[in-house]
């Protein structure tokens, strides 16, 4: 297993170096000057020109695209002057005359709108989309789960016969459709209604107090949205692996010996047809982060994809870089979990 764990952390590793230079190239053919957004319209060129030197953007690609991995990189050298030091925040480890080899947190750079660390911008929000992710996926995995095994139970019902083709057309909407209409209909017009609002984060601002509140509630619509579109597969392939799975002889035998349907079903065939379920929902988990993010526009739930598509129309490159990043290690991650989680839900699966 020790193995197969660091197998699949370096190919995780060239996959990110790839996202990397892809990522990179791609924003750098974007038409429009991220300099003439941060200074503004009428600036002189001498101005522009500063900043431009001062951001590194005047120099060849390729020199930029190295600078950026120096940058990323754990392990490097740098000057060893303080004001290095503050800005990459190092550890010393072996003194190389005017410069050091050190040890670091990767340096995402800073934000070209706001100059705040990027690092820090992504920590306010990678949060709130977590939140919202595991929470629509969570809604999914629940509720697909049981309308799923009510499906298989009542198959050729009208029960089956209701719940397949609702399923379908959840997953035939794409999410940010959904979020228009959810937003609009149940947020703002029955809003008053329901108690829920088309728009807000996971934390309010409290005007008295001048605080910030968790905000619960506004976390629904989001999760409701972002769970659809997972919750329609997840039913339909519980249904299908229940199915399989009730038809083996293990499960005929069972039935045999006089195992209640109850037992049968949650004891005996659920365990083995959730295979399919995590392999779906671990894919789905990943895909929300990604995901989420003109779903968030649309909510204006303050997480990272909110900053990202604001970073997009700014032409903030640091930001966009570091959260296209972030969402893809965590995706390379929850992979390798989930990998290994399959040992356990199945023992006859074996990492060799």
Request: aromatic letters at 12%; a positive charge.
């Amino acid at each position: 297993m020790l193995k197969f764990i660091i197998r699949r952390i370096v190919y995780g590793f060239f996959t990110l170096v790839g996202i990397t230079v892809v990522v990179f190239l791609l924003f750098h053919a974007l038409p429009g000057d991220p300099v003439s957004m941060i200074a503004g319209q009428r600036t002189d060129e001498v101005t522009l020109k500063i900043i431009r030197e001062d951001l590194g953007l005047d120099k060849p690609l390729p020199e930029q695209l190295a600078l950026y991995f120096k940058d990323l990189s754990i392990i490097s050298i740098h000057k060893d002057t303080p004001e290095e030091q503050e800005k990459y925040r190092y550890t010393r480890l072996i003194p190389m005359g005017e410069n050091v080899l050190v040890v670091k947190f990767p340096y995402f750079r800073r934000s070209f709108q706001t100059q705040k660390r990027v690092s820090e911008i992504i920590n306010e929000r990678i949060w709130n989309t977590i939140v919202l992710a595991v929470s629509a996926m969570s809604f999914a995995v629940i509720v697909g789960v049981f309308l799923g095994i009510v499906a298989a139970r009542r198959q050729g019902t009208w029960i089956d016969r209701t719940i397949i083709p609702v399923t379908t057309l959840g997953f035939s909407v794409p999410s940010f459709v959904a979020a228009a209409l959810i937003s609009n209909y149940i947020g703002y017009k029955f809003g008053p209604y329901v108690g829920l609002s088309g728009t807000g984060s996971l934390w309010d601002y409290d005007t008295y107090t001048g605080e910030s509140v968790l905000a619960l509630k506004n976390l629904i619509l989001p999760t409701l949205t972002l769970g659809i579109r997972p919750l329609s597969l997840i039913v339909q392939i519980t249904r299908s692996a229940m199915l399989d799975v009730l038809s083996q002889d293990y499960i005929r035998t069972a039935r045999a010996k006089g195992v209640s349907k109850n037992q049968l079903i949650y004891k005996h065939a659920l365990k083995n047809a959730l295979i399919p379920v995590v392999t779906s929902a671990s894919g789905w988990l990943a895909s929300l982060i990604g995901g989420s993010f003109f779903v968030e526009t649309i909510f204006v739930y303050q997480g990272i994809g909110y900053e990202t598509v604001n970073a997009v129309f700014t032409l903030d490159l640091p930001v966009i870089m570091a959260s296209t990043l972030i969402v893809a290690a965590i995706f390379i991650f929850i992979t390798v979990v989930v990998d290994i989680l399959y040992t356990f839900i199945d023992p006859r699966i074996r990492l060799q």
